[in-house]
């Protein structure tokens, strides 16, 4: 199939399929005669494991080993739970910071009165913090 067939399939846009091969992501098809791209079912299955791992914020380096592993059949589960948990880490880290600014802004907006006058302790905080 094309790359067009290939984007219908896995929900992908050409252009993202094209940036995956670029980035090592998923192996450079073979062409046709014309110079098309032509995938296959492991293609559209990789291009699948990359969109999963993606929705679960992992980023293109940890993908790249992800993948790695998981075409590699004598890997350890002990690899793949350790790049998860570090994974893991990141996202709590960053809830944390995102609670942070959220909390932030909520006290921020309840010290502000919304009215017509122009004194706003939101934009006063902005400007001098």
């Not at 399929?17 to 998923?26: D, F, V």
């Not at 802004?105 to 006063?124: E, K, N, Y």
Request: hydrophobic share 35%; net charge negative.
């Amino acid at each position: 199939m094309n790359i067009s067939q290939a984007a219908e399939t896995s929900g992908l846009s050409p252009r993202m399929i094209r940036h995956y091969e670029k980035i090592g992501l998923l192996p450079a098809p073979p062409r046709s005669e014309g110079g098309y791209r032509q995938y296959n079912e492991r293609d559209l299955h990789t291009l699948g494991f990359i969109q999963r791992a993606r929705r679960l914020g992992f980023s293109m380096e940890q993908i790249h080993r992800l993948l790695q592993l998981w075409q590699d059949r004598t890997r350890s589960s002990a690899e793949v739970k350790a790049l998860t948990a570090e994974h893991l880490e990141e996202l709590e880290e960053k809830i944390r910071d995102l609670q942070a600014m959220r909390d932030t802004l909520a006290q921020l907006a309840s010290c502000c009165s919304g009215d017509d006058r122009p004194d706003c302790p939101i934009i006063h905080s902005l400007a001098n913090d």
